[in-house]
C-alpha cells in the first residue's frame, strides 16, 4: 500500500494545505452567509434592507440636529425586482466617504464608543447593498447634499466582496434641478434587490412601531398596494432625543480579558491611577476602596490579636529584652516597655501593626539613648512580640465563634472549635495572613475535625458566620499592590483585580451616554399609534452590563380599538428600533411571559405565557452597546441584568394597569347596581301614584342620592338658566361642565367662559364642589334657545344628569 506522503507529493499533506489557505474578507464572508444579517428570504430581506436604511436615516438626522427626521420610504415594483428607496433631511455625507459609508462592511464611527446609537458595527447598510448587488445585480445608487452645498454628490456603487471595497460605477455631481432630493441637505439611497411583498404585515408592523418609539419623527410610507402614500406625524409635544457623551466603561461590568487588554494598552502606571483614568465613576476614594480590596484578595488579611497584659504568663515586655542583646540595660528596658505599650493600648493588633510599633519604638529610643537598633534586632523584637502576642490565640477565637452560633451550642463544642480552629494557624508563615477563601478552609477543617473527636455538629450556615465574624476581625496589610506593568502579564492577579473592582460599592453609570425615550414620550408614542382606553409607562434607572450602562423603559396600552381577541401584542425595541424578528429567541418575550399577569387583572391561560385580551406590551431597552443574539440583530440576549430590569420596568407600567382594571371592574359593578335601581325606581314612582291617587313624584334626584352621585340638574325660566351641581359623593369634586346652546348667552356667572364656534356657543365652568353641597352656575339667553350639557372630570358611572329644559 502506497503511504499517505506518497500519495500527495515530496512537499506532503502540511505542505499542500498550508498552499490552500488565505484570509477571506468580510464581505466575502457574508456574501455567502448573508442570513447572519437577515436576508435569508426575499421577503425577510426587503424588510431588513427597509430596517438598515431607516436606522441609519434616524441616526444620521438626530446627531445633527439640524432638523427633526422626516424619513420617507418607498417601495415599488422594477421589472422582476423590487425598488427601495429611503431619503432622509440629515447632513448628508461628504464625497470622500459616500463609498466607504454604502460600499463597505464593517466600517463606521460608532463601534468604538461608548454612547448609544441604533448603528455601531458598520454592517447595516453597507449589508443591504450587497443584498442588492447579489440578487439583482445591479448598483447602489446614492444621492447626498450637505448643508450650505449648491450640489449633490451622486454615486453609483457596488462592493468589492474579494477585498471588501467599494467599487464605483458612476460619479458625478448633481445640480438643484437633477435630483429629488431635499434641496437643503440630506441623503437618499436607491436599492432594486429580489424580494416579494409577503412580509407585507411585518414590514408595516416596522414602520409603525418605529413611528412609535421614536414620536419626534415624521415618516411618510408607501408601497406597491396602497394608493396613497401613509403618513405618521410626529407626536404633539415632542422632543428631540437627549444628546448623548461617550463614556468609559464601568467596573461592575468589564469581563477578564476586557481588563487585561485595559492593562496591556493604559498609559497609567499604578493600579489606583488605571482605575481612575480607565473606567467611569471612580474617584480617588473609590480607587482607594478597590486598590484594598484588591490587597486583601491579593496578599490577604493578617488576623489581629489581643496583647497579653504585664501580669500575663506571655509578658511582651520580658519576651522583648530577652530578645534584644548588647544594646545597653537602660536602652533596652525603654525600647521593650515602648513596645509593651503600644500593644497593651491596642484592643486587637496585627503582625504588620506589631512591625511598626517595633520601627517605631526603635526610632524614639535611638534619639533618646543614642542606642541604634537595627533591622536585625528589631526583627528579633517582632518575632518574641509576637511569640507572646499569639499565645493564646484560642481565647480571641472562642469569643468569636461563641458570637457566631447560636445558643444551642453547648461551651464545650465552642471551645472544640475554637482550639482546632487555632491549631490551623500555628501551620502558616507566621504572620497570621490568609485570604478569606483559606479562612473558609481553616474553619471547614476545624469544624469537621470537631465533629470527628468531639461528637458535635457544625453545620454550613454555623460555619458561614464563623468564617464572618473571624474575618471581621482581620485587618488590611499595607503591602503595595503590583504596578499595571506586571498585572499585564499575570491573568490569576488581574481576575483579582477584576472581582475587587466588582466587590467595591461604586455608583451606577451617567446616564448621557445614552437617550431614553423617556415615559411621557413613551406614553405619547403609544397614544398616537394605538386608539385605546388606557396608558402607563415607565422608565428605569440606568443599571450596567458588560461594563456598558443600560436602560429599560415599558409602556402599556390597553382597551379601546385594540384587538380584544387572541395574545397581547408585544413590542420590543432596542435603541429606538423595532425587533420585527426571532421574538421567541428574545429575552423581552421570555421576560413577559414569565409575568404572572393575572395579579394584574390579565387573563393568562396556565398562568404563565403571553397573556390574552387587547393589551400592547412595549418594552425598550438603550445601551450603549445592546447584547443581541446575532448580527441581524433581532432579538436581545439573555442577560441575567437586562432581564431583571425588563421585569421590573413592566412591572412598574402593569401594576398602573391593575389599578385601571379594578377600577374600572368596581364602575361596572356600580354601573349594574345604578341600571338596576333606575330600572326599579319608575315602577316604584307608578305604583305610588296609583297608591296615593297623586301624580307621580320626581325620582331623578333620588338614584343621585342612592347612588352617592354628583347630579347635574337644568332649570330654565324667563331666559335664564340654572345649572345645579349637586355633590352626593364622599370626596370633593372638581367638575368641568359644558352647555352648549344654540343662541348667544349673556351674564355668565362664576367667571364662565362662551366660546362661539359655527353659531353654538359653548359656556364652561370648572368649579370645586366639596361633598355634600350644590354649585349653581347661571346665564341668561333668548327663550327659545336648545340646550346640550356636557360634564368632565367625574365618571359617567358616578354622574347622574338631568334635564328640565
Given amino acids: 500500500m502506497p503511504s ?57 438626522t438626530e446627531e445633527a440636529r439640524l432638523d427633526p427626521p422626516d424619513i420617507y420610504v418607498k417601495i415599488e415594483e422594477a421589472g422582476d425586482y423590487y425598488r427601495l428607496v429611503v431619503e432622509d433631511n440629515g447632513p448628508g455625507i461628504t464625497r470622500e466617504q459616500i463609498p466607504n459609508v454604502f460600499g463597505k462592511l464593517l466600517y463606521g464611527s460608532r463601534f468604538h464608543k461608548r454612547e448609544q446609537s441604533r448603528g455601531q458595527q458598520g454592517i447595516g447598510i453597507s449589508a443591504a447593498v450587497l443584498y442588492a448587488q447579489l440578487t439583482s445585480g445591479k448598483p447602489a445608487k446614492v444621492t447626498s447634499r450637505t448643508e450650505n452645498s449648491s450640489s449633490a454628490e451622486y454615486f453609483e456603487l457596488i462592493i468589492d466582496t474579494d477585498k471588501n471595497e467599494p467599487e464605483i460605477k458612476t460619479e458625478r455631481d448633481l445640480s438643484p434641478g437633477e435630483s429629488d432630493l431635499n434641496p437643503t441637505h440630506g441623503t437618499r439611497i436607491e436599492l432594486e434587490m429580489e424580494a416579494n411583498m409577503r412580509a407585507r404585515q411585518q414590514l408595516l408592523r416596522y414602520i409603525k412601531h418605529t413611528a412609535v418609539v421614536n414620536p419626534h419623527a415624521r415618516i411618510r410610507f408607501k408601497e406597491p ?3 396613497d402614500e401613509q403618513v405618521f406625524e410626529r407626536a404633539e409635544g415632542y422632543e428631540m432625543p437627549a444628546e448623548t457623551e461617550e463614556i468609559r466603561p464601568h467596573p461592575h461590568g468589564v469581563e477578564l480579558g476586557t481588563v487585561l487588554k485595559m492593562l496591556a494598552e493604559t498609559s497609567s502606571h499604578s493600579v489606583s491611577g488605571f482605575v481612575q483614568e480607565e473606567f467611569t465613576r471612580v474617584g480617588r476614594k473609590t480607587a482607594d476602596n478597590i486598590v484594598d480590596n484588591f490587597r486583601d484578595r491579593y496578599f490577604g488579611r493578617e488576623m489581629a490579636w489581643s496583647g497579653p497584659q504585664a501580669h500575663d504568663d506571655a509578658d511582651v515586655e520580658a519576651a522583648v529584652e530577652v530578645a534584644v542583646a548588647n544594646k545597653g540595660a537602660d536602652a533596652t528596658a525603654a525600647f521593650a516597655e515602648r513596645v509593651a505599650a503600644e500593644v497593651s493600648e491596642r484592643e486587637l493588633i496585627a503582625h504588620s501593626q506589631l512591625r511598626d510599633a517595633v520601627a517605631e519604638a526603635a526610632e524614639a529610643v535611638a534619639d533618646d539613648h543614642g542606642a541604634t537598633f537595627g533591622d536585625t534586632v528589631q526583627a528579633n523584637a517582632v518575632d518574641a512580640a509576637w511569640d507572646a502576642v499569639t499565645d493564646d490565640r484560642v481565647s480571641d477565637l472562642y469569643r468569636h465563634v461563641d458570637a457566631a452560633t447560636t445558643t444551642q451550642k453547648d461551651d464545650e463544642t465552642v471551645r472544640a472549635l475554637a482550639e482546632r480552629l487555632a491549631s490551623q494557624f500555628d501551620r502558616d508563615d507566621g504572620t497570621d495572613r490568609l485570604t478569606r477563601p483559606e479562612l473558609a478552609e481553616f474553619v471547614d477543617r476545624a469544624a469537621d475535625n470537631t465533629e470527628e473527636y468531639a461528637d458535635a455538629t457544625v453545620g454550613e450556615t454555623a460555619r458561614e458566620n464563623v468564617v464572618e465574624a473571624v474575618w471581621e476581625s482581620t485587618v488590611t496589610v499595607p503591602d503595595d499592590v503590583p504596578l499595571v506593568r506586571e498585572l499585564a502579564d499575570d491573568r490569576d492577579a488581574t481576575s483579582e483585580l477584576l472581582a475587587a473592582m466588582r466587590e467595591t460599592n461604586i455608583i451606577s453609570p451617567p446616564t448621557d451616554c445614552l437617550s431614553p425615550i423617556t415615559a411621557e414620550l413613551v406614553e405619547a408614542g403609544l397614544r398616537k399609534e394605538f386608539d385605546a382606553d388606557f396608558y402607563a409607562a415607565s422608565t428605569r434607572e440606568a443599571d450596567v452590563h458588560g461594563g456598558d450602562p443600560f436602560i429599560v423603559e415599558a409602556g402599556i396600552a390597553y382597551g379601546g380599538d385594540l384587538e380584544s381577541e387572541g395574545k397581547a401584542d408585544v413590542l420590543r425595541f432596542a435603541n429606538r428600533v423595532p425587533l420585527v424578528y426571532q421574538r421567541g429567541a428574545c429575552a423581552t418575550t421570555d421576560v413577559v411571559k414569565s409575568i404572572g399577569w393575572r395579579n394584574y387583572n390579565l387573563d393568562q391561560p396556565g398562568g404563565s405565557g403571553i397573556p390574552n385580551g387587547p393589551v400592547v406590551i412595549m418594552v425598550h431597552v438603550a445601551s450603549t452597546n445592546v447584547p443581541f443574539t446575532s448580527e441581524s ?22 401594576r398602573d394597569l391593575k389599578s385601571y382594571l379594578k377600577k374600572r371592574r368596581s364602575l361596572q359593578q356600580r354601573k349594574r347596581k345604578q341600571n338596576v335601581i333606575a330600572s326599579i325606581l319608575p315602577k316604584m314612582a307608578t305604583k305610588l301614584a296609583e297608591v296615593t291617587d297623586q301624580e307621580e313624584p320626581e325620582y331623578g334626584d333620588a338614584l343621585a342620592r342612592i347612588m352617592n352621585n354628583v347630579l347635574v340638574e337644568r332649570e330654565v325660566e324667563d331666559g335664564v338658566v340654572t345649572l345645579s351641581v349637586e355633590n352626593h359623593t364622599d370626596r370633593n369634586e372638581e367638575v368641568d361642565v359644558t352647555d352648549i346652546v344654540s343662541a348667544e348667552p349673556r351674564n355668565l356667572s362664576d367667571g364662565a367662559t362662551a366660546v362661539d364656534m359655527d353659531e353654538e356657543w359653548f359656556v364652561q365652568w370648572s368649579p370645586t364642589v366639596e361633598s355634600g353641597e350644590t354649585v349653581e352656575l347661571q346665564y341668561e339667553t333668548d327663550e327659545e334657545a336648545s340646550f346640550d350639557v ?10 347622574t344628569i338631568t334635564d328640565e329644559s
Wanted: charged share 35%.
Fill in 633 to 654: 440583530k433581532d432579538a436581545v440576549a439573555n442577560v441575567p441584568e437586562i432581564e431583571d430590569e425588563i421585569e421590573l420596568a413592566i412591572r412598574e407600567a402593569a
Fill in 4 to 60: 499517505m506522503q506518497s500519495t500527495l507529493g515530496d512537499e506532503g499533506i502540511a505542505e499542500e494545505l498550508a498552499e490552500s489557505q488565505r484570509q477571506i474578507s468580510i464581505a466575502e464572508f457574508f456574501e455567502k452567509n448573508k442570513h447572519m444579517l437577515g436576508f435569508d428570504s426575499g421577503a425577510r430581506g426587503l424588510v431588513t434592507a427597509v430596517k438598515e436604511a431607516v436606522d441609519n436615516a434616524l441616526d444620521a
Fill in 790 to 799: 356636557n360634564v368632565d372630570g367625574v365618571e359617567s358611572e358616578k354622574l
Fill in 225 to 227: 398596494s396602497m394608493d
